[in-house]
């Protein structure tokens, strides 16, 4: 193996990371769908030839790719030792999240890199398509028992042999869309940011020498590693637990655990997530890869300065239970996985702060809230006002939580009100912060949202809501208080309601002047309320942040005598 | 004809004499905090009579320092019932991708932000009058709470400006001041919290910028001045000073704006249309891209987290690799430089003023590319080399066990590649080839790294123009007047009405050239030009699809829905490469812009004349790869047109230092520029 210098790693360290951000780069301004133009619901990076490890992400794609990628390299790697036929110029492609890890509507291209003759790594591709078939447009399906009701389910197949694209599985896929047109466009997206990896790989290879790039990812892999086991080191040894529940699958009202037991043991970590409910009937199952890369988000918000690199997996084990909703089988549906893996994350934060609580973030919101309202105008066009909802962070050490923020598996920003309203038959009577959600604490969670929407239409419209927290509150840390639950209402003629589910419900039937109101959870508080400045107290009620109530039973009535 | 540029450091006065073309240079200390006093400072070293100045433009960082620092009034807002925290919520981000931490205080306290009763829908009609009682009553609350400027930020005013007018017409009568901002003047635009910000951060600055703005103009007249004072937009035009204090928001990145118009006007005369610039000051390296001689506008940017401005600006992107950011080593042993910076107090560890950890200026003065004896600027006498040795040796060398030369050159090469990283994908993301590209640095530091973004990058050639310390203040005389209006439409190319269409068009025409009527300036050209947000229905990014529509005599000719469908189809498929069957076409914004083309000056008059000197001043050994070279170092001035230096080599002036790498070329033209690429051979 060449040995590498200091200097000529660290510029092939920012290099290869920037092959990746200029693939990502290539897809947000290719793609057609603004999932991954506007919310960048996308990722790119650079695999190892026999191991499928990641080598390297880009920077701006979706946080929970960056775990989550290598599966579906290491999918293709396994179906082409199977196949025997791996050669220079093939790309696979695939959709099934049983093998690759979150849902079906993400489609993962993956495509071997050749040097010399030889396999040199591969470079991956996963976009969030629009519509990928199934029983609901944008493939949202809060009923689904099977993933057939909830998209197609492609395989890893190869859609380039040597070069030679195979039109018969574009002709399969676009026939399987509800947006054809979208599904190409992303399509070729997806295909032109490989070629630009492939292009800047050559380039790279050709300046430094294959040899050379292969010692600097060999010593990055080290390096990464390195650096998570000094980083465990910091960390006390022991063992924490932490549990806590979705609110129901959306089939059977059940409380669902998640437990996680945290061990750290020198520079080496265990999260154990015996305990944790068996697979169920309902969508928010996940299969394995998504939990191992839901570890890798939630290490990586704790120690965000850590490279994307599978070395920084290597002292971490997950252990899951067979028969576990963590790790379901083919066909269980998994279209709801993100309010399991921000519960996952939630779980290992609460563990983590009993041992260090300097370095954690208390929970937050935890739910996605996809709320989807539609109906059909006077003209019989139909209309669908799909979206998620945004809620607080949790508190820290340094600060008080962010308020109304997106989920920590996620950038995606929320829409703005008056596009909205300007493109469907709906008035926000309110869109704002909502008192007394955060949880309490020296540093206080960041506020959820309550958000009032009045139906415009003459014809009325039908709700959906899938959302969780509506049983089980987001948990404070360090002493920390709870935040408030997520509450939805929606207008009767005979007054206000909430869904049986809590939080999921089809089919809620409003008349024109009707409204629903969704009002989302705060983030947990950080330490105890008794320690918070009094003068910090008496400005929270001056802007009304918290009611005085809520102050007095809270943090006691010392803020009654400091100005704000 | 004067052009100043006030930065954190110098203030810089650039001075064109319109009678015979020359164009004199003055550099003068900032001072803090009122800028006002160096400004005339400087302007009076260059000239005695004020009286004989026609024109003052000036590059100004007064609202960029307010925003960063949050240093604006105390502001109130009134708004639309249940839309109190628009400002707070943002668009539910967050400041960092990873690590959850960080929160978020708005400009204005929730305190002070009061709702009334009023809603207009978004087709434009009025679900519920405005309560102007509530809104004086709103008004006098907030005035009586110490509130010094106001917004008044109603839902979708932009569709229908009524309620909002009516309330802001209330507003007006009562308020103790002339700070009253409201978002349907500002930006009439759809997006709530892109307008609301929009508008809450003019109020926010306008105290503090037109104060500003006031005691320069009033201090300029008093010395005589009775010419025009204007002020460079972000936009990179220039607006009237009335103007700049009714709508200060517009100057948020005036300063690095004049710097881009600059390096655009320099790089065409000089052959080169198509040119990345590079900024590099102390604490980030701020590049922009001018393709065909155009410089990139972005129709919004984010000064800091939540604080979002939506008006055209010269598009530049910052990364923290400049010369007072820190290089250390992670514990997993890789180089990394900045994000943290010593900026420039206590700037790097050679200046000697309690910064001990090695930045990148500090890499440059222990390889020789620095003169330690004549720091530039003028602030210090010497630099401490071996304080600068010994920091590298700690933080660097030691860890990576390299010795100290070797760490510096370490530290270049690191920061260079992250540098050249910025380059390239500033033109990935606008589909071009960066090796088409030459390279224009500017700012103190950036002309000694050019020849490393040319080895990085495969730029063909760097330009360095003859005054890089000055490029701002002379952007400020070069920049045209502009005026950018925008007007949400909302409308499917089907059913669009083109006369309200029109209407938009003429009075946007209409108010821009009275602009221009009222400047007290001349203007070899003036033009309008229209452009409209669009799309396909169901897609959120739109097209900008420029309409060429003809102004004869001021008036605006009705373009026809042939015209709009034919101007998008081609915008589109000049974007996407192909067009959507059966997609419906639909209009989201008009956009204008209003030109006044001010005369330009012939930048063959900064070029040095005569035989000059060639021969080098002295040498010294610099350190390139793995050894050091005995390095020609040269009065850059004094070199004469045509004069070709072959590195290694340095050329110094009194506020820069270009560096010619060992390999390269360095070529005066005809401007003074100097060009550099690699030798011929070498290529």
């Known amino acids: 193996m060449t040995q590498i210098d200091p200097i000529t790693l660290a510029v092939l360290a920012g290099r290869m990371e920037q092959i990746a951000d200029e693939m990502d780069a290539t897809l947000f301004r290719a793609a057609f769908n603004p999932i991954i133009a506007e919310a960048h619901d996308a990722s790119h990076g650079l695999y190892h030839a026999i191991s499928g490890d990641t080598l390297v992400q880009g920077k701006s794609g979706l946080p929970i790719f960056v775990g989550v990628m290598s599966f579906a390299v290491q999918a293709v790697i396994e179906k082409a030792a199977a196949d025997g036929d791996l050669a220079d110029g093939d790309i696979y492609i695939f959709n099934d999240a049983h093998i690759g890890g979150t849902h079906l509507s993400d489609m993962r291209l993956v495509r071997p890199y050749f040097r010399d003759g030889k396999l040199f790594c591969y470079l991956a591709s996963v976009g969030h398509w629009h519509d990928v078939g199934g029983n609901v447009p944008g493939n949202y399906n809060p009923a689904a028992t099977e993933v057939f009701q909830e998209a197609f389910v492609l395989p890893p197949v190869k859609l380039a042999r040597a070069g030679e694209i195979n039109q018969d599985i574009i002709d399969i896929l676009l026939r399987n869309t509800r947006l054809p047109q979208s599904a190409m466009g992303d399509l070729n997206g997806q295909l032109g940011a490989l070629d630009l990896g492939v292009k800047r790989m050559d380039e790279l290879l050709d300046e430094y020498g294959a040899d050379t790039v292969e010692a600097a990812l060999e010593a990055l892999s080290h390096r990464a590693e390195a650096l998570m086991r000094a980083e465990l080191q910091g960390l006390p040894d022991g063992r924490w637990e932490a549990t806590d529940y979705l609110d129901n699958d959306g089939i059977t009202d059940e409380p669902l655990a998640i437990k996680v037991a945290v061990e750290i043991a020198d520079d080496r970590m265990l999260l154990d997530f015996t305990g944790s409910a068996p697979q169920c009937a309902g969508p928010v199952n996940i299969a394995l890869p998504t939990t191992v890369a839901t570890a890798y988000v939630a290490i990586k918000h704790i120690f965000p300065a850590l490279p994307a690199n599978a070395g920084v997996m290597r002292p971490i084990e997950v252990r899951v239970p067979e028969n576990s909703m963590l790790s379901c089988e083919f066909p269980a549906p998994t279209g709801g996985y993100t309010e399991t893996i921000l519960r996952m994350i939630d779980v290992i934060f609460s563990a983590l702060a009993k041992a260090a609580p300097e370095r954690i973030v208390a929970n937050a919101y935890g739910t996605i809230n996809a709320l989807s309202i539609a109906g059909k105008r006077s003209d019989g066009r139909p209309w669908v006002m799909f979206s998620f909802y945004g809620g607080g962070h949790g508190g820290s050490m340094a600060c008080d939580g962010l308020n109304h923020g997106n989920a920590p598996i996620s950038t995606a920003t929320i829409p703005p009100m008056e596009i909205l309203e300007s493109v469907y038959p709906v008035m926000f009577k309110q869109w704002a912060l909502r008192p007394d959600s955060a949880g309490s604490g020296k540093h206080r969670g960041g506020l959820g949202a309550r958000y009032e929407i009045e139906v415009l239409e003459e014809n009325g419209a039908e709700a959906f809501l899938f959302g969780e927290r509506g049983r089980f509150a987001p948990k404070g840390v360090a002493g920390g208080g709870d935040a408030a639950m997520n509450v939805f209402s929606y207008a009767t003629d005979t007054g206000w309601a909430q869904p049986p589910l809590a939080s999921k419900m089809r089919g809620i039937k409003l008349r024109q002047g009707q409204s629903v109101i969704l009002e989302t959870p705060g983030g947990g508080g950080y330490g105890p309320a008794a320690e918070r400045a009094p003068k910090d107290v008496a400005r929270d009620v001056a802007r009304g942040l918290i009611t005085a109530q809520h102050a007095d039973k809270t943090y006691g009535n010392v803020w009654r005598e400091v100005a704000p | ?683």
């Open chain 2, 1 to 683: 004809m004067v052009g100043v540029d006030v930065g954190g450091t110098f203030t810089d006065v650039f001075v064109l004499n319109e009678a015979d073309g020359k164009a004199e240079v003055a550099k003068v200390p900032t001072t803090r905090p009122d800028q006002s006093g160096g400004f005339l400072d400087g302007v009076s070293k260059q000239v005695s009579d004020l009286s004989q100045i026609s024109v003052v433009v000036h590059g100004t960082t007064a609202g960029t320092n307010a925003l960063l620092e949050r240093k604006g009034a105390k502001i109130g807002v009134i708004t639309t019932q249940g839309l109190r925290d628009v400002l707070e919520m943002r668009r539910r981000d967050r400041p960092r991708t990873w690590g959850l931490r960080g929160d978020f205080e708005p400009i204005a306290d929730r305190r002070y932000r009061m709702e009334v009763p009023e809603r207009t829908l978004a087709d434009g009609s009025i679900r519920t009058p405005v309560d102007l009682n509530a809104v004086r009553t709103a008004a006098n609350s907030l005035a009586d709470q110490g509130c010094v400027a106001i917004a008044i930020l109603f839902a979708n005013a932009y569709a229908n400006p009524q309620n909002e007018a009516l309330a802001v017409g209330a507003v007006r009568d009562i308020w103790p001041n002339e700070h009253v901002s409201c978002s349907s003047e500002i930006l009439p635009e759809i997006r709530e919290f892109e307008r609301f910000s929009t508008t809450a951060l003019n109020a926010y600055l306008q105290p503090e910028v037109s104060g500003y703005l006031d005691r320069l103009e009033t201090a300029l007249k008093g010395g005589g001045f009775g010419g025009e004072f204007m002020i460079v937009q972000s936009n990179g035009g220039v607006m009237a000073v009335d103007t700049a204090c009714k709508t200060p928001v517009r100057t948020a990145l005036s300063g690095p704006a004049a710097g881009v118009i600059a390096a655009s006007y320099i790089t065409s005369s000089a052959g080169f249309p198509d040119v990345v610039t590079g900024d590099m000051g102390g604490t980030s390296f701020d590049v922009s891209l001018i393709a065909g001689g155009q410089s990139m506008l972005s129709p919004q940017t984010s000064i800091d987290f939540g604080m979002v401005v939506r008006t055209p600006m010269i598009e530049i992107t910052t990364i923290g690799a400049g010369g007072g950011s820190i290089a250390w080593v992670d514990k997993g042993g890789l180089l990394n430089i900045g994000p943290e910076s010593a900026g420039s107090d206590p700037g790097p560890v050679a200046y000697g003023l309690g910064n001990t950890r090695p930045t990148v200026t500090d890499a440059n003065v222990v390889l020789g590319r620095i003169d330690p004896d004549n720091p530039i600027g003028g602030k210090l006498t010497r630099l401490d080399v071996a304080a600068a040795e010994m920091a590298i040796d700690m933080h660097v060398g030691h860890p990576l066990n390299l010795d100290t030369h070797h760490a510096a050159e370490a530290i270049l090469r690191v920061a260079n590649s992250r540098m050249a990283g910025a380059i390239r994908l500033v033109s990935i993301e606008r589909g071009f080839d960066p090796k088409r590209f030459a390279f224009m640095p500017f700012g103190g530091g950036g002309a000694l790294h050019a020849g490393a973004m040319l080895a990085e990058v495969g730029i063909a050639r760097a330009i360095v123009p003859r005054y890089p310390g000055v490029t701002s203040a002379m952007g400020c005389v070069i920049a045209d007047m502009r005026q950018d209006f925008v007007q949400t439409i909302n409308s499917l190319v089907d059913t669009l009405d083109t006369q309200a269409l029109t209407s938009f068009m003429q009075s946007h025409v209409d108010d821009g050239m009275a602009v221009l009527d009222a400047a007290n300036t001349v203007f070899e050209a003036r033009t309008a030009r229209f452009e409209l947000d669009m799309a396909y229905i169901g897609q959120t990014h739109t097209v900008a699809v420029p309409l060429a529509v003809e102004v004869s005599a001021g008036t605006v000719t009705p373009p026809t829905k042939a015209q709009v469908k034919a101007a998008f189809d081609a915008a589109y498929t000049a974007t996407f490469g192909r067009l959507l069957k059966n997609g419906t076409r639909r209009i989201l914004n008009l956009r204008s812009a209003v030109t006044g083309t001010r005369p330009k000056f012939d930048l063959e008059t900064l070029a040095p004349t005569g035989a000059g000197v060639t021969t080098p001043k002295a040498t010294r050994p610099v350190h390139f790869g793995d050894t050091w070279h005995d390095t020609a170092i040269y009065d850059r001035l004094t070199l004469p047109v045509g004069c070709e230096i072959t590195g290694p080599a340095i050329l110094e002036q009194p506020d820069t230092t270009v560096l010619i790498e060992p390999g390269l070329t360095g070529r005066v033209d005809r401007f003074g520029n100097t060009i550099i690429a690699p030798s011929e051979g070498t290529a």
